[in-house]
Structure formats: C-alpha cells, structure tokens
C-alpha cells in the first residue's frame, strides 16, 4: 500500500561512489512495500569496472549538471517523491527542495552550501586529494585505499575499508569539490541554496560526529543557516556514525529513521 503521504523515495549518491551504494538502503525500503528508484549521476550507467577504467566522461560534470539530471527525473514522476541524498548528494537534495522539488527531503552528511564557511581540518584533509592540483578541476581523481581508509572506513580496519573501496569507489570529478570550495568567492555559486525559502519542503539534516569528510559541526552550522526559514527544518546528529554511516554497522536505524520522519512529516 503507497503511503499517504508519497509512493517513491528517490536516492542520490555522493561523490567516489555509485548509486550501488545505497543497495541496502534499497532492498530494505523495497521490503516495507516502498518503490525505491536510485538513478546514478549522468555517465554512471555503465558497469563500474569500465569507470574505473575510464572515468573521463564524468570529468566536464559540475553542481548544476547534476542537479539538472535529478530535476528532469523528478519531474517525470506521476507524484513528489522523497528525496534521500548523501554527501554531495544531500547537498543535491537540498537545492531540489529548494527549486519546489520532492515531498520531502533527507541530506545525510550533506556537502556544505555557498555561505558555510566552516572548514573542519579533516574536511580540508580529504578536499585536499583534489583540490592540491588545479589541473583536477577537468579530470577526475580517484581516491587509493588509504585515502579512502581515512575518508569513508575510519572505524573500519584497513582491510574491512579495502573490501568497501573494492566494491563502491569509482574516481570522482575533480569539478563539484571546485566549485564547492570556492563558492564563498564566487558570484551566482553552483552550491547557492536559498536558506530562506519558506516555501519548500520539509528538510531533515542528519550528521556523523564521526564523520572525517563532512564533521557534524558543518551540519549543525547549515541548520543554524536555515533559521532563516519558517519552512521544517530538522536536524539529527549519530555520534558514532562516519561518513560510510550507508554501510557502517548500525546503518539500519539511519535507514529506519530517515523512513519513519519522512512518513511523519508527509502524512
């Protein structure tokens, strides 16, 4: 039976990953009678071991071609779905709600928007895998094991990390990272969300206070941001989860909550 309040939830992944990623997310909403779609960022169809052969159709993507990617999909649909985003993708899900988009939105651990100055060292340690080398704004950059050891597995072992870097990762445009980095100094910034629109959705942030790429203090700065709106906004800080919480042990309770505010705040 659809819900009364949607019948789809929609899922969008960050960057280094595919929308494999949310494959347990997925089979686990599916078993509670909810229609699930993931479409992947465009160029990310092909099989995973031919990006990570050659990944450079994805190199010309920005902020705003993707966005523009989910827009169309969204719109297509029959109803508004809710809108599930990771890392870059919750960022992504934060602008969709705010071009009057979903029923509702989740950014987990969500890439920081134009006007969040807060740069936590170890954010700036895994920005800086791309950011180092100016040429990696047209090309994309692959993380290695320990990179990604530190990035997503740090409350794995290496080699628990190795297993889920062998099975997810994918190189990653070098250009949202970019653009997200230098949007505070740049006029009409691709990351630019509208903290006052009063209009959107219902938008739940949610946080890992162990999370190396996107601390929960970036979070809890964003929610700050939305006071400015009258629209819902919630917040949800996990102290033990990492920027991995998808996969991370316990990863069914996100996915229970995220679910269960998301039927509440549509209902």
Known sequence: MADPGFD??????????????????????????????????????????????????????????????????IRALDRPPVLMGHSFGGLFVQMLLDRGLGAAGISIDGAPAKGIKLLPASALV????????PANRHRTVALNGKQFHYAFGNSLTREQSDA????????GPGRPLFQAAFANVTRDAATTVNFANSKRAP?????????????????????KKY???????????????????????????????????ARARTA
Not at 229 to 244: E, F, K
């Open 8 to 73: 789809t939830v929609l899922l969008i992944h960050g960057l280094w990953m595919t929308s494999l990623c949310w494959e347990h997310w997925t089979e686990r909403f599916r078993g509670r009678g909810i229609n699930v779609i993931a479409p992947g960022w465009p160029g990310t169809e092909v099989p995973i071991e031919d990006l990570r052969k050659d990944a450079s159709a994805l190199a010309p993507l920005g902020v705003r071609e993707i966005v523009d990617h989910y827009d169309k999909i």
């Open 126 to 133: 895994v920005a800086g895998y791309a950011l180092k080398n």
């Open 164 to 171: 889920v870097h062998a099975r997810y990762a994918i190189p």
């Open 203 to 223: 938008l739940l942030l949610v946080g890992g206070g162990k999370d190396h790429v996107v601390p929960a203090s970036v979070t809890k700065t964003t929610k």
């Open 227 to 261: 006071k400015q709106s009258t629209a819902v906004t919630d917040l949800t800080i996990y102290p033990d989860r990492t920027h991995y919480t998808l996969g991370q042990q316990g990863w069914e309770k996100v996915a229970d909550d995220s679910l269960a505010w």
